[in-house]
């Protein structure tokens, strides 16, 4: 079943502690794409991916880092969270730029 | 510089009566539109895509939206709504850049 999955779905974290939201595809697709989504400013970009080894910032790229070693990956790493980014987080794949998203499940992250 | 604007945040509609959920969109280049669903506690799900060709595209679960160039509109209709179609709706475009932009989202209430 073509898929993209988000692990965690829920994360209770504490402030400054390190942390990785996985992101896998097994479309073969070239661009994932990372976001969050708060109440009443829709999704916002954070970062994106076009293939492998070429990441780039979206909108909302601050307190985020992100790496594409292998095509299927695209993890979401937080090295040191703080409230303001309790949020849910979703990743998405598509073909190539430009192309129908796919979306995984989401993550919904609490910052203590 | 792109951008969408979906007019009302929340829709209250009683059960089996039609619906319309706006949506405006600016770009000086021809684009492509999207309308999402994201159900309660799910991630988004495309409903249906503008790419060219008619005007008039048919989507899943009944709905439709029609593509209005001299208006920049892409407005979501469904001429029965179930409550089963409570979720919220995200109008998206993408332009010759390939960017994706999201609108922030409309809430759609069916009421018994």
């Known amino acids: 079943e073509a898929q993209v999955t988000q692990n965690p779905r829920y994360l209770i974290t504490v402030t400054g502690k390190k942390l990785t939201v996985t992101c896998s595809q097994n479309?073969?697709?070239?661009?994932m794409s990372w976001y969050r989504q708060d109440p009443g400013l829709g999704l916002r970009q954070i970062y994106y991916s076009m293939n492998v080894e070429v990441t780039d910032k979206g909108d909302v790229p601050e307190g985020y880092k992100v790496s594409r070693k292998e095509k299927r990956n695209f993890p979401l790493i937080l090295e040191s969270p703080s409230p303001n980014q309790t949020s849910l987080y979703f990743c998405a794949s598509s073909v190539k730029a430009g192309n129908i998203q796919y979306f995984g499940a989401g993550t919904r992250l609490s910052v203590l | 510089a792109q951008s969408v604007t979906q007019l009302d945040s929340q829709v209250p509609v009683f059960e089996e009566a039609p619906v319309e959920l706006r949506c405006n969109y600016s770009?000086?280049?021809?684009?492509?539109l999207f309308w999402y669903v994201q159900y309660p506690n799910q991630g988004l799900q495309l409903l249906l895509k503008?790419?060219?060709?008619?005007?008039l595209v048919k989507g899943i679960n009944g709905f439709e939206a029609e593509f209005n160039k001299s208006q920049t509109s892409f407005h979501l209709r469904k001429p029965s709504v179930h409550i089963s179609d409570t979720a919220e709706y995200f109008c998206a475009v993408i332009g010759r850049d390939d960017k994706i932009i999201f609108g922030k989202g409309t809430r759609l209430h069916i009421l018994p």
């Open positions: 770009s000086s280049v021809s684009v492509y």
């Open positions: 479309m073969n697709h070239e661009y």
């Open positions: 503008y790419l060219s060709g008619s005007t």
